[in-house]
């Protein structure tokens, strides 16, 4: 049965566009292909190599920690001359956190050495290098405000700690303790009374904390109910006999 001349020329347009669809692949393999290729086989070498380095690395960290906490030893046993080169070596070369846990153990060094000036220089540079992990400025900087809180102004402690001493910090006891104790001394006793009080009332806080916090905060004046856990209703701590 032969098609009506309108269906015969829709085949035909068809199979030409169909044909011209099949020109424009093979042109374009012919033109684009060998570099579709030669992307791929970059993309895999890339790859490869990531997932190498990858590898490489944490062989790298893993062997680091061991050199690092073989440096740690050391100096828990007297034995500096052999431990110091090796955190040197590591503050400068380290890989990830390491170079910054190697000065931390530089300034611990020193303040066994009874050398609070180098070991508070030390954390000071930490705590105000932004490329230095949070976490680990944060430690320096509390550890550098605990040596120096005996012979800067109380103010100065303040200001330092009072972005740690607020409630859901990590450090906020630890911070908070000695922001409290320096309002204090700065004789804004009310003020201390407040941070007191939600250090101890808060559950997160170690136990030990929160009792020692608990006895300044009942010598300053806080009524012991102010003091007692939201969760339990029991006091946090008695006054001391």
């Known amino acids: 049965m032969a098609l ?9 347009l068809r199979e030409v566009d169909e044909g011209v669809r099949r020109d424009q692949v093979a042109t374009l393999w012919q033109r684009y292909g060998k570099i579709g290729i030669a992307v791929l086989v970059l993309f895999l070498g890339a790859l490869g190599g990531w997932l190498y380095w990858r590898d490489h690395q944490a062989r790298l ?6 050199t690092f906490i ?14 110091l080169p090796i955190l040197a070596d ?15 153990m530089q300034a611990a060094d020193a303040v066994a050495g009874n050398d609070n000036a180098k070991a508070i220089k030390l ?14 400025r944060d430690a320096a900087l509390l550890k550098s405000v605990r ?9 100065k402690t303040i200001e330092r700690l009072k972005d740690m001493a607020v409630p859901g910090n ?6 908070g303790e000695l922001v409290a104790v320096a309002e204090i001394n700065a004789g804004q006793t009310d003020k201390a009374k407040v941070l007191l009080t939600a250090i101890v009332r808060d559950p ?20 012991a109910k102010q003091l007692q856990p939201p969760s339990t209703g029991v006091a946090a701590a008695e006054p001391a006999k």
């Open 123 to 136: 954390l000071d540079a930490i705590a105000a290098d932004e490329k230095r992990p949070q976490a680990l």
């Open 70 to 83: 073989e440096a740690t030893e050391k100096l828990d046993v007297g034995e500096r001359k052999q431990a």
């Open 90 to 104: 590591m503050a400068q070369n380290g890989p990830g956190a390491y170079p910054t846990l190697a000065e931390l």
């Open 204 to 223: 997160a806080q170690p136990a030990s904390l929160r009792s020692r916090l608990a006895q300044i905060a009942l010598s300053l004046g806080v009524d």
């Open 170 to 175: 990590p450090w906020f006891g630890v911070a």
């Open 4 to 12: 009506p001349p309108q269906e015969i020329d829709e085949a035909f």
């Open 147 to 155: 040596l120096g809180f005996d012979t800067q102004p109380p103010a």
């Open 61 to 66: 960290a893993g062997k680091t920690g061991e």
